[in-house]
């Protein structure tokens, strides 16, 4: 009753919405196995077609409809297993899960790993488990002229196409220039019944192991990208406003990435989540200076103004300012500040997305 049980389970289903069963192969003649069917379905089998001779029916029925000899009858096939790609860590990321019907289309979004990287690789890999590796490789391909970026910033849309016939099309596109690359695979449903339980098995088996080397690729690219974030942060308020600009509080972050590049380097798990945990607090703490120096700019700027148009005084020249100094002071003065002369952009551009999975 396993087996049937778990068909029901994939295909999302209640015994309830069956309309008919059919007995497949000799052995369902045995009252027992009928029996065994009616309680798990509460449904009388449908007996109209010799057990021995349902599978040449249905496969004539199917080559009917390739041939397009039949028009009135549509066979839904589905995937035995995920079709998915090789994301960085190792780690499958599934487009098309198990048991969807096809023909179907999938598409996902994703993006590069490294600063300026032109050429990304597509490893098309079928199969259950979460890592890249422990599955089937059915093809890899590269998409080559990406424009250079910033890690994070190219999106490059991947798209499964399994057609009626289970041909595979993968493509990818960089949509930035709509330059595309794509491979075909035959092949795609090869794999015997036998091969395919055996995956299946696998995948429960190592369930729990393949839960925990997936966190901990998530946990690193996770860090890789705060360090990236941190970095590009600390380089877009220099120039937004100056070197003096809360000097020790980017001081503390290029130490605190120091430190959790030196924890990835030696895979020191505690290092990456206690020195994480604390760059995450030190970005914001950047972030709170950049919006009160900001915020307090463009209230002097207002009054500044509102004075002199009722005084008549000129502008006075305004001195560099000193961040750190001012909190040194703790003054209750209001200190004068220089408004930024390039856009404000202390905060993540708006292209940059650590939702995207990395390849």
Known sequence: GRPVKMALKDAGISPSMIDEVVLVGGSTRIP???????????????????????????????AGILAGDVRDVLLLDVSPLSFGLETIGGVMKKLIPRNTTIPVRRSDIFSTSENNQTVVEIHVI?????????????????????????????????????????????????????RAQSITIQGASTLTQQEISQMIRDAEKFAETDRLRREQVEKRNRAEALAFQAERQLRE????????????????????????????????????DRVGVDLQDALYDLNREVSIYTSESEDDDFFGSVRRSISGEEPKRKERYDYDSRIDRRSSDRVSYNRPTRPNRYYQSDDWNDDDDWL
């Open 237 to 272: 308020v220099a120039l937004d406003y100056g070197m003096q600009f809360a000097a020790r509080s980017r001081q503390r972050m290029e130490m605190l990435i120091r430190e959790l590049r030196d924890s990835l380097e030696r895979d020191d798990e505690r290092g990456i």
């Open 126 to 178: 079928q199969g259950e488990r979460e890592i890249a590796a422990e599955n089937k490789s059915l093809g890899k391909f590269k998409l080559t002229g990406i424009p250079p970026a910033p890690r994070g910033v190219p999106q490059v849309q991947v798209a499964f196409d399994i057609d009626a016939n289970g041909i595979l099309q993968v493509t990818a596109m960089d949509k930035t220039t709509g």
């Open 32 to 62: 027992f196995v009928q029996d065994l069917v009616y309680s798990l379905i509460d449904r009388e089998p449908n007996q109209g077609v010799n057990p021995d001779e349902v599978v040449a029916v249905g496969a004539a029925i199917q």
